[in-house]
Each structure stands twice: as structure tokens, then as C-alpha cells.
């Protein structure tokens, strides 16, 4: 069973940045593909970006227009997803999970966080 811990929300303008984390631990965390996904209220959720377990490749979804980029850190079992220009629309609860393969459909993973909100004001 692997625990997920996001972390790093907040309230930020627009224009500004952020990064946030997710800390992992009970299980081998260089084993798992892991992934970001965010949920706006009244929407699904949304595929962010997927690195595989080396660190070696990711993909980010094509309509965040590279403003999104996931990177990991596995001595620290730690997941990153920085954010950059942040738009109102950015606003979300944003989710970690783990998984065993590359993928941008939520099901697939295995393990979730709780999730840290992000509030963008204009």
C-alpha cells in the first residue's frame, strides 16, 4: 500500500508560480509510474502529466501550453509538479497517484493522495 501526500497548494495570483509535492511513502517508490491530475469544482479530472519511474521520460498534457513540468526525485520519494504563468482557470484540487504504467485516464492508477488545493485570483 503506498501513502500519497501532496503538498505545496495555495492561494497565488495570476502570472505567479508554484510547485508542489507529493511525498510517498509504504511501498518502493521507483517502481511506480507517477502522474498529476487536477479536478476544478463541477469538472472531471483532468490529466496534468506522467513521469515514468526512472525520471527518464513524462508526458504533460498539450492544452497546459508548457506551463506544467513533473520531475521526481526517488531518493526522495518525492513527486514534483511545477507551475508556471498561473491562470485563473489553473484553479483546482490537485491530485498525485501512482500506477504501474504510463497513462493519462485516472483508473488506471492505483493509489491516490487527498489532493492540496490551488486558488488563482486575478
Known amino acids: 500500500q503506498v501513502h500519497l501526500v501532496e503538498s505545496g497548494g495555495g492561494l497565488v495570483q495570476a502570472g505567479g508560480s508554484l510547485r508542489l509535492s507529493c511525498a510517498a511513502s509504504g511501498g518502493t517508490f521507483s517502481n511506480y509510474t507517477m502522474a498529476w491530475f487536477r479536478q476544478a469544482p463541477g469538472k472531471e479530472r483532468e490529466f496534468v502529466a506522467t513521469?515514468?519511474?526512472?525520471?527518464?521520460?513524462?508526458l504533460h498534457a498539450d492544452s497546459l501550453q508548457g506551463r506544467f513540468a513533473i520531475s521526481r526525485d526517488n531518493a526522495m520519494n518525492t513527486v514534483y509538479l511545477q507551475i508556471s504563468s498561473l491562470k485563473v482557470e489553473d484553479t483546482a484540487i490537485y491530485y498525485c497517484a501512482a500506477g504501474d504504467f504510463l497513462s493519462k485516464v485516472p483508473h488506471t492508477y492505483r493509489y491516490w493522495g487527498q489532493g492540496t488545493q490551488v486558488t488563482v485570483s486575478s
Open positions: 513521469i515514468v519511474e526512472s525520471g527518464s521520460a513524462a
